[in-house]
């Protein structure tokens, strides 16, 4: 019993200090990323940002094949060999040059979706080398979240955007247009790609095994096909705005997309890179498993919903006091899509129990339902999207992301369905680990709309609001004797 108790004490360290650097990492790459897309914002055209969103719809899918999966298995397996990595490097590798190539000589076919913007063609062919960069540093990174070691990932991530930062800066400053982000991110790729391989002390071996690719597929096939299904999902809305209404309007939803996905996936990676490698480290101890998954249930509630129904009600005098009125009618589209982030968070989060177990293929079934779902949703509102009014000039997307939001709580409950089954706890546990942290948040929503109201610098606002939805959040928390309050404090002091 000890030994157990021992045992736990020191993965309950270990998650503590992943969930310490996690937040760092987050925290500081989000305050750095945000400070370069204020000046971005601010001096580039709505226009220049449709032009790499519309480049960024292609990225996405083809970095899911890049990795296929095959990290993510890494993480799950206990005991992954150097020849496992290193086989898993060689794989990313050729993907990706495979890829590129391909996507090269695609761009003007792109260019042509998008209305026939040739611009798009050099900026996609450059854009794309990321995809080189990243595919090396994937192994690197998901090596050091199964040792629970993610400083150096922090400090990477860290650097790597003050280097993209100055660069992205400096080419907006000097008139360079969409090319300012476009360079941005390959400065990212390149330089967290070298820190991690001068500081990660890991070579890869020069042989490649088959065997250690199959034995990997059976959980990273399942992991690739519900990642391409959640790209399709998160991407679709993007590609028919661009395809169907133009580049201005998808100028509007990136930018509302890139600041709502601030939040939202800087939440969920924290919860997900801290968690996944514990979960699968007790995936063989039923009772253990159910009740670490009850205790992250309750902790990403906990976090979760004050951060998303706070940005929400802030929404306005953020966007004001960061770009003045020039992106207000990103303002509803950024709202509903933090709305639509929740249940994101939720399902990434399921997902890991799932993932945990090594049932991978099981969340192949919940992606299907949700972009099914997304699909109909699209083809319902399709004939609206490019309906304008005197005081929206973006009516139409608003009846689109709405449909996105419904399927993603479709999706969630089917998500939890499977979860309610692999891990033995009922749906009224579930629900009830969720209820007080999302009513409590309601609550505390109602004063901060009623200072919106006030005639004040949208900057003094923001403080208003932020400073009491804490203070009421942690206040009734403390009074309610909330046990994860006081155990998500012990964690962010590292003291568990």
């Known amino acids: 019993m000890s030994g157990n108790s021992g045992e736990e004490g020191n993965l309950k360290t270990a998650v503590a200090r992943t969930i310490k650097w996690n937040v760092i990492d987050r925290v500081s790459s989000q305050v750095l990323y945000a400070v370069t897309g204020i000046v971005l914002a601010r001096m580039l055209s709505q226009e220049d940002f449709g032009l790499v969103t519309a480049i960024l719809v292609f990225q996405a899918f083809a970095s899911l094949f890049i990795d296929s999966g095959f990290s993510s298995a890494l993480i799950q397996r206990k005991d992954p060999t150097r020849l496992d990595y290193s086989t898993v490097l060689w794989f990313n590798l050729g993907t990706a040059v495979v890829l590129y190539i391909i996507l090269f000589f695609a761009s003007p076919w792109i260019a042509t979706l998008f209305g026939g913007d040739e611009r798009l063609i050099p ?15 994937i192994v690197q990174t998901n090596m050091l979240m199964k040792r629970m070691e993610v400083k150096m990932v922090a400090v990477s991530n860290s650097v790597g955007l003050i280097a993209g930062s100055v660069i992205g800066i400096y080419m907006a400053v000097t008139g360079w247009g969409a090319w300012a982000i476009v360079w941005q991110n390959i400065a990212i790729a390149s330089v967290k790609s070298l820190i991690l391989w001068l500081t990660g002390g890991w070579r890869p071996l020069y042989a490649f095994s088959m065997e250690s690719l199959r034995s990997c597929f059976a959980v990273g096939s399942g992991v690739m096909v519900t990642s391409f299904l959640n790209t399709a999902f998160q991407n679709i809305s993007g590609f028919f705005i661009g395809l169907k209404v133009g580049l201005a309007p998808l100028g509007y939803y990136g930018q509302a997309d890139k600041w709502s996905k601030m ?50 009600v802030m929404a306005a005098p953020i966007f004001h006091t960061l770009f003045g009125t020039k992106w207000d009618p990103s303002i509803p589209l950024f709202q509903i899509l933090l709305g639509q982030g929740i249940f994101t968070v939720l399902m990434l989060l399921y997902r890991n129990f799932i993932l945990g177990l090594g049932k991978a293929k099981l969340l192949v079934v919940t992606e299907v339902v949700r972009d099914v779902t997304a699909v109909v949703a699209i083809i319902l509102v399709l004939p609206y999207i490019g309906l304008e009014t005197p005081e929206s000039p973006v009516e139409g997307l608003k009846y689109l992301l709405f449909g996105q939001f419904i399927a993603s709580a479709l999706t969630w409950g089917a998500t939890l369905y499977y979860v309610i089954r692999l891990t033995h706890r009922s749906l009224w546990a579930y629900l009830f680990d969720l209820a007080p942290y999302c009513v409590l948040t309601a609550l505390i929503m109602v004063p901060c709309l009623l200072i919106g109201q006030l005639d004040v610098h949208p900057l003094a606002i923001c403080v208003m609001q932020g400073l009491t939805a804490l203070a009421l959040y942690l206040g009734c928390n403390y009074l309610m004797r909330s046990k994860i309050q006081r155990d998500a404090i012990a964690y962010f002091r590292g003291r568990l």
């Not at 900026?123 to 540093?137: E, G, P, Q, T």
């Not at 009772?287 to 670490?292: G, I």
């Open 123 to 137: 900026l996609a062919r450059v854009m794309f080398l990321s995809f080189i960069l990243n595919a090396s540093a």
């Open 263 to 312: 939040g939202v996936m800087s939440l969920s990676q924290v919860l997900t890179a801290s968690f996944l490698p514990l979960l699968s480290k007790v995936q063989d101890d039923e009772e253990r498993y159910a009740r670490m998954c009850a205790k992250t249930h309750r902790f990403t509630a906990y976090l979760l919903f004050p951060a998303m129904g706070l940005l929400v």
